[in-house]
């Protein structure tokens, strides 16, 4: 899972913090899904997101036009 790490540093840094191990297992790079558990105190979300695209977004506003 390619978000297990981040969510591993988040589960282990703040106290209420909890996954859903089922939601966060089926997760995918393609769509935005809710992967805490309902007793988290606070809720989390994966968002897709292509990093490389938004630097490339960025870069192009720098360019003069």
Partial sequence: MMFSCVLMFVKNAWPGIELDEQ???ISTKDA?????????T???????????????REALQLLPH
Wanted: aromatic letters at 4%; hydrophobic letters at 50%; charged letters at 20%.
């Fill in 42 to 56: 606070v809720e989390i979300w994966v968002i897709p997101t292509d990093e490389g695209i938004v630097a490339a």
């Fill in 23 to 25: 939601l966060n297992a």
């Fill in 32 to 40: 935005i899904g809710k992967i805490s558990s309902p007793k988290s």
